[in-house]
Each structure stands twice: as structure tokens, then as C-alpha cells.
């Protein structure tokens, strides 16, 4: 079986949730999603819409100081 390349919009969340040592309850609070929505996106499990795309990178934008 082929693993699928990681998608862009995942990697920065990774690293944020390192980072910040936030959890992910709190982290999908402020994106308005489910914490568990969140760990399967990361983990691979599902992929994230358009939409969630653009949730992620707007989250990021606002709370992900490089």
C-alpha cells in the first residue's frame, strides 16, 4: 500500500500543537471543529475539506507565531 503524500495545510498544525502544548479540545474550540476531527485530519484517518483547509490556515494565521 502507498502512502499518501502529507497535505501542506497539516504540517504547520502539527508543529503548532508541539509548539504550543495546547490540547487539541482547545485548539478545536478556536477552529470551530471537533477535537476528534482534528486527530484523525493529523493522523491521516480523513482528509480535510476545502472549507477545512481554509479553517485551518485562518487559525493559523491568527494564533501560529513562527
Known sequence: MQK???IPELKQPKE???KSGWTYP?????MGVHA?????WLIGKYK???MAREKIRAFLDTY???
Not at 482547545?26 to 478556536?30: A, C, D, G, N, V
Not at 476528534?36 to 484523525?40: D, K, L, Y
Open 4 to 6: 499518501e503524500k502529507e
Open 16 to 18: 503548532f500543537k508541539k
Open 26 to 30: 482547545k485548539i478545536s474550540e478556536l
Open 36 to 40: 476528534q476531527t482534528i486527530v484523525f
Open 48 to 50: 480535510p475539506s476545502l
Open 64 to 66: 501560529f507565531i513562527k
